[in-house]
């Protein structure tokens, strides 16, 4: 007794199961994890070290090298990058993709402990390093607070009390705020007055330095009690300080505020702003626990909000900049959608073409099957989003195969008059282990998506995973519940007048099939040579295909980066940045812009990768009401720009789908002269701006900035009594301020800045700063201490990748695919002569793509042996497996044809979809193949064994080409898919029908089975 004959004879056990994973499918997809897109890891930890008034290469040298150092001493590192600029030094360490995220804290943990004890080598003055392993985390609630007539002071404060109070939301991990506008104390000392009462400024910082520090006065014992002393010194206010006692005259005290103005204020200049629709705003970015719901933090959130709604300020109000768990429901909808699409189009195929009972039948099963996935889906924690719902949809063709197969061949059986238990024993008996390999081999296909560890694989690793869970079941259902369907829904067919049944495949088409067949049958060579032509011209035409990495997003929402000059004051690109902000939200389809400036904002998504600090950038996240306008808007304003802001970098692009980096297209030059690297870049730059179709050229080195360099003259500041530190503190103290001490004000610690007056801080009165002498008893100007002051041109900014200093010259397409940019000018920036010990390398969306691919094909050679292996075990013949592995070229000539006529581009996703044709085809290879080995073995003639189990094999090849095909239809319109859904709608199509003619042509070439045979 086989599976399929216990099936029918315990009804109750197979109904009873099948029930149950119907309400355990159902109740799955209710409790399933939602996301909008796949989860991938971020391998990077950045560590990042302030060396203040250290100039870019100092910082290189002294603290970026250190810290490379050390990071290089670990064997889980991949890359290793850093940047250096002025005081601050970040180095980026990348992990090796075998690490995952649950083996990344480890990692984390032994960088950490490498950084510590580096920390000695590191010079003085500089701070501590600080590992960042988060840098991935993403906030999926993203607000912006904003206020009008509210100062910054009651928009942080409120903004904290938000943070405080949404972190008892369901799911919440932390709460970052960003755009806070800190303040300061600012005391503009008097120097005129100070040098009159011969007061010395570092008397001033020790006094101040001294006050509202957290004090202790120890405890006591009284009785059995040992208690605290706490000294209760008041509130520390502005006013308090100005009336600070400095020293005493004759006939007064001297306080502060005689000597100088004190005045509590936002500091200046800020190192980041956020606006929100033009106002000024603090943002309040909301990240979700480990193996939590966005959409489950997302109610929480709102409920929560809710709730605080009385508690806001008339003048409040909190506006949505992000919110992940809103666009994951719709997007998660969508997907829904598209599936139950795809499920009625495969059900209304099967109605047409196999008949009422049989296309219910299938399509009950093809039900079951995806119940049956979702259960195990929600048991592995496999999140509905873009991919594994897509992978049911891709998989809904084949998961209709296996049973398809058995209805098929059932239904013949019992329409014959077979005994209707004794069908359904040799049916399955006969195909179950077939099927099994079949499934087994259109699984591994996929294998080599599951298994590549870069950060693309593990965006694209459900496919396998939904793919393995859902055909492994079709194959379970098409054996069990399958034939006790079959068994109670077909009948024997009544007998013709000679008493015998009618032939089923006695029809039209299957008659214009045997007729074809037979046909090639009588010229294989020709047949043969023909589909080889048919090759050849494929290939050859496939070099006109379009090639990408990832389509872009159809988020309703874009970016504009804005780059002025390296070093521009923060304000300056406010303002610019403003400019551009007001003519974009002129434009009718523009719903909402927020504004960030000094850097980009925290990753509210996690394909966002957010600028590192620069005062010089800022950038517009644009809100629309439809995605599909984005590129018109895009196009003009890129125009209006190019006209009214030539003087900056405006560059609007599209969020991207999946991972890879910001700049489409990226020339590296590596070497260790900055002179010659800045050379090589700019004749790849010179060769770029020739290009009418290149835009947003810029290097990573930004442009080389003016430098103020005093000459300090130790023999003259010697007999002065003053040091290089009190002169360098002197030129701070006048114009940026100098930081003297800490304002305690209740949670806040704000710090006092000391620094001349406003009149005073140009740099037309360098030559009037005094600084006092302690020789001398009095102020004397600062200049005197100088031999001569010079201007000099340096890099702002150090890049090395691998401790090889490397310039990267960025650019990205006006039109049209980065591939086809890239293409024209990888020539022309090749032909460029580089001198010895200097290299060029391709990144950008280049080597993303060469990455990704080849982390498919590093895992693809063991797959491919053991599809192999499972082809001899089925047949235990040379000639049929190669039979079958021959048919998988064929897929070429309709993806060629397919991608040419839709004008879609052939990127990744479209080479997934080619490596699962090939587990599609040799799946039908097989099914053919088997029935004709089958029909040998019962006696029958070759060349009839041949043309009659291809045509008794027809139906169930074409019907799963066919559903497969015609299931697709829904993703044709989704932008992640559609090049994957062409690609295996067309190499399906074309390859079924070649199939069909092929591998009966080829089994008979082998066997030598001619017209007589």
């Known amino acids: 007794m086989n599976i399929a004959e216990w099936s029918i004879r315990k009804p109750l056990l197979t109904w009873t199961f099948t029930v149950m994973v119907m309400i355990a499918g159902i109740i799955a997809y209710y409790k399933l994890p939602r996301l909008e897109d796949p989860e991938f890891t971020i391998k990077e930890a950045q560590i990042v070290t302030s060396y203040p008034g250290a100039s870019p290469r100092e910082t290189a040298q002294e603290v970026t090298s250190q810290i490379e150092e050390a990071v290089q001493q670990m064997g889980q590192l991949k890359e290793i990058q850093s940047k250096s600029s002025y005081g601050l030094s970040i180095v980026r360490a990348e992990m090796l993709d075998k690490y995952n995220k649950d083996s990344l804290p480890q990692v984390w943990d032994e960088l950490r402990?490498?950084?510590?004890?580096?920390?000695?080598?590191?010079?003085?003055?500089?701070?501590?390093?600080?590992?960042?392993?988060?840098?991935?985390?993403?906030?999926?609630?993203?607000?912006?607070?904003?206020?009008?007539?509210?100062?910054?002071?009651?928009?942080?404060?409120?903004?904290?009390?938000?943070?405080?109070?949404?972190?008892?939301?369901?799911?919440?991990?932390?709460?970052?705020?960003?755009?806070v506008l800190p303040e300061a104390l600012y005391v503009t000392l008097h120097r005129e007055k100070m040098g009159t009462l011969g007061i010395a400024p570092e008397d001033i910082y020790k006094i101040l330095k001294e006050r509202n520090l957290v004090t202790n006065e120890g405890w006591v014992g009284i009785g059995g009690e040992w208690l605290p002393i706490k000294m209760d010194a008041g509130?520390?206010?502005?006013?308090?300080?100005?009336?600070?006692?400095?020293?005493?005259?004759?006939?007064?005290?001297?306080?502060?505020?005689?000597?100088?103005?004190?005045?509590?204020?936002?500091?200046?200049?800020?190192?980041?702003?956020?606006?929100?629709?033009?106002?000024?705003?603090?943002?309040?970015?909301?990240s979700t626990v480990s193996g939590g719901n966005v959409v489950t933090m997302g109610e929480s959130i709102q409920e929560k909000l809710r709730e605080l709604e009385p508690m806001f300020p008339a003048e409040m109000k909190l506006h949505t900049v992000s919110m992940q768990s809103d666009t994951v429901s719709e997007a998660v909808k969508g997907f829904v959608e598209n599936l139950v699409e795809a499920v009625v189009i495969v059900i209304v195929v099967l109605l047409v073409f196999?008949?009422?009972?049989?296309?219910?039948?299938?399509?009950?099963?093809?039900?079951?099957?995806?119940?049956?996935?979702?259960?195990?889906?929600?048991?592995?924690?496999?999140?509905?989003?873009?991919?594994?719902?897509?992978?049911?949809?891709?998989?809904?063709?084949?998961?209709?195969?296996?049973?398809?197969?058995?209805?098929?061949?059932?239904?013949?059986?019992?329409?014959?008059?077979?005994?209707?238990?004794?069908?359904?024993?040799?049916?399955?008996?006969?195909?179950?282990?077939?099927?099994?390999g079949a499934t087994a081999i259109a699984v591994t296909a996929f294998g080599a998506i599951g298994l590549s560890e870069d950060s693309t694989g593990e965006f694209c690793g459900s496919l396998f995973y939904v793919l393995l869970i859902s055909l492994t079941l079709s194959w379970i259902t098409a054996i069990t519940i399958t034939p006790l369907l079959c068994y109670h829904s077909f009948?024997?067919?009544?007998?013709?007048?000679?008493?015998?049944?009618?032939?089923?495949?006695?029809?039209?088409?299957?008659?214009?099939?045997?007729?074809?067949?037979?046909?090639?049958?009588?010229?294989?060579?020709?047949?043969?040579?023909?589909?080889?032509?048919?090759?050849?011209?494929?290939?050859?035409?496939?070099?006109?295909?379009?090639?990408?990495?990832?389509?872009?997003?159809?988020?309703?929402?874009?970016?504009?980066?804005?780059?002025?000059?390296?070093?521009?004051?923060?304000?300056?690109?406010?303002?610019?940045?403003?400019?551009?902000?007001?003519?974009?939200?002129?434009?009718?389809?523009?719903?909402?812009?927020?504004?960030?400036?000094?850097?980009?904002?925290?990753?509210?998504?996690?394909?966002?990768?957010?600028?590192?600090?620069?005062?010089?950038?800022?950038?517009?996240?644009?809100?629309?009401?439809?995605?599909?306008?984005?590129?018109?808007?895009?196009?003009?304003?890129?125009?209006?720009s190019k006209i009214h802001f030539s003087d900056v970098s405006v560059i609007p692009y599209k969020f991207r789908?999946?991972?890879?980096?910001?700049?489409?297209?990226?020339?590296?030059?590596?070497?260790?002269?900055?002179?010659?690297?800045?050379?090589?870049?700019?004749?790849?730059?010179?060769?770029?701006?020739?290009?009418?179709?290149?835009?947003?050229?810029?290097?990573?080195?930004?442009?080389?900035?003016?430098?103020?360099?005093?000459?300090?003259?130790?023999?003259?500041?010697?007999?002065?009594?003053?040091?290089?530190?009190?002169?360098?503190?002197?030129?701070?103290?006048?114009?940026?301020?100098?930081?003297?001490?800490?304002?305690?004000?209740?949670?806040?610690?704000?710090?006092?800045?000391?620094?001349?007056?406003?009149?005073?801080?140009?740099?037309?009165?360098?030559?009037?700063?005094?600084?006092?002498?302690?020789?001398?008893?009095?102020?004397?100007?600062?200049?005197q201490l100088f031999d001569r002051t010079n201007i000099i041109w340096e890099d702002p900014i150090i890049v090395q990748r691998d401790r090889i200093p490397?310039?990267?010259?960025?650019?990205?397409?006006?039109?049209?695919?980065?591939?086809?940019?890239?293409?024209?000018?990888?020539?022309?920036?090749?032909?460029?002569?580089?001198?010895?010990?200097?290299?060029?390398?391709?990144?950008?969306?280049?080597?993303?793509?060469?990455?990704?691919?080849?982390?498919?094909f590093s895992k693809l050679p063991p797959f491919a042996v053991i599809m192999v292996l499972i082809?001899?075990?089925?047949?235990?013949?040379?000639?049929?497996?190669?039979?079958?592995?021959?048919?998988?070229?064929?897929?070429?000539?309709?993806?060629?044809?397919?991608?040419?006529?839709?004008?879609?581009?052939?990127?990744?996703?479209?080479?997934?979809?080619?490596?699962?044709?090939?587990?599609?085809?040799?799946?039908?290879?097989?099914i053919l193949i088997d029935e004709i080995n089958t029909q040998l073995k019962n006696g029958k003639e070759p060349l009839p064994a041949v043309v009659d189990s291809s045509v008794s094999r027809m139906r169930p090849v074409a019907m799963a080409a066919f559903t497969t095909v015609l299931g697709m239809l829904p993703l044709i319109f989704d932008a992640f898919f559609a090049a994957m859904a062409v690609t295996i709608m067309f190499g399906l199509t074309f390859a079924c029908v070649l199939t069909l003619i092929v591998v009966p042509v080829l089994y008979a070439m082998f066997y030598r089975i001619g017209k007589t045979s």
Not at 141 to 157: C, D, M, R, S
Not at 662 to 687: E, H, K, T
Not at 768 to 775: A, F, G
Not at 874 to 894: D, E, H, R
Request: some cysteine; proline content about 5%; aromatic content about 10%.
């Open 113 to 179: 402990n490498k950084i510590a004890d580096s920390y000695t080598s590191l010079p003085p003055g500089a701070s501590m390093p600080r590992v960042i392993d988060d840098y991935g985390d993403v906030y999926g609630a993203f607000y912006a607070l904003t206020g009008k007539g509210a100062t910054n002071v009651q928009l942080h404060e409120f903004a904290k009390y938000l943070q405080k109070q949404l972190l008892f939301a369901q799911d919440v991990k932390k709460i970052e705020l960003f755009g």
């Open 235 to 286: 509130n520390i206010t502005p006013e308090a300080i100005r009336n600070i006692v400095i020293t005493r005259s004759t006939d007064r005290l001297i306080t502060l505020g005689d000597i100088a103005t004190v005045t509590l204020t936002k500091k200046e200049p800020p190192s980041e702003m956020l606006f929100f629709n033009g106002e000024p705003a603090v943002g309040i970015g909301i």
């Open 354 to 436: 196999m008949g009422l009972k049989s296309g219910l039948l299938i399509g009950f099963v093809l039900f079951l099957t995806i119940c049956g996935t979702l259960f195990v889906m929600n048991y592995f924690q496999i999140a509905l989003q873009r991919v594994s719902l897509g992978a049911l949809i891709i998989a809904l063709g084949m998961l209709v195969d296996n049973a398809i197969v058995i209805t098929e061949g059932m239904m013949i059986r019992i329409r014959q008059g077979e005994d209707k238990i004794k069908a359904a024993r040799e049916v399955v008996g006969q195909t179950m282990w077939p099927l099994l």
């Open 491 to 640: 009948r024997k067919d009544k007998a013709g007048a000679d008493g015998k049944t009618a032939d089923p495949y006695d029809k039209p088409v299957f008659r214009a099939y045997r007729n074809m067949l037979m046909f090639a049958l009588a010229h294989k060579t020709g047949t043969v040579i023909l589909m080889a032509v048919i090759l050849v011209l494929s290939i050859w035409g496939f070099r006109y295909v379009d090639k990408n990495f990832f389509p872009a997003s159809t988020r309703p929402q874009f970016l504009i980066d804005i780059r002025l000059p390296y070093g521009v004051n923060i304000a300056s690109t406010n303002d610019k940045t403003a400019e551009i902000e007001n003519y974009v939200k002129t434009l009718p389809e523009v719903t909402d812009i927020s504004r960030f400036i000094g850097g980009g904002a925290l990753r509210f998504i996690l394909t966002y990768a957010p600028e590192e600090p620069d005062t010089g950038f800022g950038q517009l996240l644009v809100s629309v009401k439809d995605w599909r306008e984005i590129d018109g808007l895009i196009e003009r304003i890129h125009e209006y």
């Open 657 to 783: 789908l999946g991972p890879g980096a910001n700049g489409a297209i990226q020339a590296r030059f590596s070497g260790n002269d900055p002179n010659v690297l800045r050379s090589l870049a700019d004749q790849a730059m010179d060769i770029m701006r020739k290009n009418p179709n290149a835009r947003a050229i810029y290097t990573d080195w930004r442009d080389r900035m003016k430098v103020i360099r005093p000459v300090f003259s130790e023999p003259r500041a010697s007999r002065a009594g003053i040091s290089e530190q009190e002169a360098s503190d002197a030129i701070r103290e006048n114009f940026e301020g100098l930081p003297i001490g800490t304002f305690r004000d209740g949670d806040e610690l704000i710090p006092i800045i000391a620094r001349a007056d406003d009149k005073l801080r140009s740099i037309e009165n360098f030559s009037n700063i005094m600084i006092w002498s302690p020789n001398a008893k009095k102020m004397i100007p600062l200049t």
């Open 806 to 856: 490397t310039i990267t010259v960025k650019c990205d397409p006006v039109k049209g695919l980065a591939s086809n940019l890239f293409n024209e000018l990888r020539p022309q920036i090749q032909r460029i002569k580089l001198p010895p010990g200097y290299k060029l390398e391709w990144g950008g969306e280049y080597e993303d793509s060469e990455n990704a691919s080849n982390g498919v």
């Open 871 to 926: 082809l001899l075990f089925m047949f235990n013949s040379v000639k049929q497996s190669l039979t079958v592995w021959l048919t998988v070229p064929l897929a070429m000539i309709g993806v060629t044809c397919g991608l040419l006529l839709t004008g879609q581009p052939f990127g990744f996703m479209a080479l997934l979809g080619f490596l699962s044709l090939s587990g599609m085809l040799i799946k039908n290879a097989i």
